[in-house]
T-cell receptor
């Protein structure tokens, strides 16, 4: 199974709402990623979790709060978002290898959540 | 950080034609992947190719890590090949995507 699933597919929220995006994989991967993609732009890395610990935060505003409850699940909690945060949010996972767990292998992406902030 | 440049930015082909997409990068990398993004946003893995040459049907890819470039070859293109092609490089989990090549294949 090389599938990464994401829910919901679409989300519309107001600036005062709190919502969460969910991502799940059952490939036994120990690294999970959140990306943000604006229209006609490439995906931009937001966060990386390795062995359920946050290893990379690309200076993302605190209104985005990631959580990795276990090795298969990754959440992105959203609060007080702005209209410019409207984008496609992509989750990915990969295996981690190497003696220090520092070698990240091929990434597999979910279908994304298309977020609109009103 | 790593700089990734893809060329050409746009490419229009007649069905059946061949094409070559290029990805130049500024530093040595552990991983390099080629993706096809379909109109619904799904990123489809084409190749995981930090170095060497791989082939999968009508598609093949070559990465020359010492010269910091990778090439994606599409032969006998079909209308379903249309979409955006990205190369993405990563070191220690930190990934950078190129701006992509938008391919349009006309029937």
């Amino acid at each position: 199974d090389t599938e990464v699933t994401q829910t919901p597919k679409h989300l519309v929220m107001g600036m005062t709402n709190k919502k969460s995006l969910k991502c799940e994989q059952h490939m036994g991967h120990r690294a999970m990623y959140w990306y943000k993609q604006k229209a006609k732009k490439p995906p931009e890395l937001m966060f990386v979790y390795s062995y359920e610990k946050l290893s990379i935060n690309e200076s993302v505003p605190s209104r985005f709060s990631p959580e990795c409850p276990n090795s298969s699940l990754l959440n992105l909690h959203l609060h007080a978002l702005q209209p410019e945060d409207s984008a496609l949010y992509l989750c990915a996972s990969s295996q981690v290898t190497g003696t220090s767990g520092s070698s990240y292998n091929e990434q597999f992406f979910g279908p994304g959540t298309r977020l609109t902030v009103l | 950080g790593i700089q990734v440049e893809q060329s050409p930015p746009d490419l229009i082909l007649q069905e059946g034609a061949n094409s070559t997409l290029r990805c130049n990068f500024s530093d040595s990398v552990n991983n390099l992947q080629w993706f096809h993004q379909n109109p619904w946003g799904q990123l489809i893995n084409l190749f995981y190719i930090p170095s060497g040459t791989k082939q999968n049907g009508r598609l093949s890819a070559t990465t020359v890590a010492t010269e910091r470039y990778s090439l994606l070859y599409i032969s006998s293109s079909q209308t379903t090949d249309s979409g955006v092609y990205f190369c993405a490089l990563s070191n220690a989990g930190k990934s950078t995507f190129g701006d992509g090549t938008t391919l349009t294949v006309k029937p």
